[in-house]
């Protein structure tokens, strides 16, 4: 496929993650993937996507520009608006965040913790994939479907 296939809506907030990702390991070039996401999921980040506020912000900039999104200049449909809804809901409910709560007495993760651990990894995986299938292999940076 062609290296300039359109982004789906749907993939910004994976974007965003897996850009967050790539701060913290390129900070930290010694750490594995997984401790930059147990770090990711530790930042102001990470509570905008967890409290719905990073899909909130931009519903609203939608609302005031006519449901044209500012970066690809496209209207976005009803149908798309209300994915986009859905993928808000699931994050807020995944990403779920009890502060102090991340690790047991034993240092395994609690289940909420592993929930959110698992969540964003998937996120990620289906960026990467997205970047594979539509040879964006120069998007792939941290090779978590490998």
Known sequence: MSNNSEKPYVLRAAEFI???????????PEISNLQAFEIFMTTKEYDLL??????DKWF????????I???T????????LHLLELQKDSMIKFLMKIPKL???????PLEIS?????????VCESYEMWCKETGQENLIYLNIIE
């Open 73 to 80: 200049g496209k209207k976005i449909n009803v149908e798309t």
């Open 102 to 108: 991340y690790y047991t007495k034993s240092h395994f």
């Open 18 to 28: 897996y850009s967050q990702i790539i701060k913290i390991k390129e900070k930290n």
């Open 60 to 67: 609203l900039e939608l609302k005031n520009n006519k449901s």
């Open 50 to 55: 967890s409290s719905g506020e990073f899909h």
């Open 114 to 122: 592993q929930r959110a651990f698992d969540h964003l990894w998937r």
């Open 69 to 71: 999104d500012k970066i």
